[in-house]
């Protein structure tokens, strides 16, 4: 018989957030740059870092989260602050599975639009008569 591997306070909440979205479908958390990654059908949606949810923006839901007040993920990278199109989800969203939810969605529905723009889709190929 194997022995279990203890789980980290950090894999604990990302698990909680997980099972906060559930009502999405499978969300997976994969660990990257000491947090997590959420996925859902192959996009990547929302981040977990230093026990806080970041949830995917663009320019159709960015609003929703400027007019809450929410901050959008920074980070220093050679001497200069950046940010990525992530923002804070709202804190009721943390005791709110469908409040969670709501929000995971439109990260979710951000990401779906970003995939469609990014010029992975596949070009239809010409027969030449």
Request: no cysteine; aromatic share 12%.
């Amino acid at each position: 018989m194997g022995s279990l591997k203890p789980v980290t306070p950090k894999q604990a909440f990302a698990q909680f957030i997980v099972e906060q979205m559930a009502g999405l479908g499978p969300v997976q958390a994969k660990a990257m740059f000491g947090g997590f990654g959420l996925y859902l059908q192959g996009l990547m949606f929302s981040l977990i870092l230093d026990d806080t949810v970041y949830i995917k923006v663009d320019d159709a839901s960015r609003e929703r989260f400027e007019s809450q007040g929410l901050e959008p993920f920074r980070y220093e990278a050679k001497g200069k602050v950046a940010s990525l199109k992530y923002f804070q989800a709202p804190a009721e969203a943390y005791d709110d599975p469908s409040a969670m939810m709501a929000w995971a969605r439109l990260g979710y529905e951000a990401a779906v639009r970003q995939h469609g723009q990014s010029g992975r889709t596949r070009r239809r190929s010409t027969v030449k008569p």
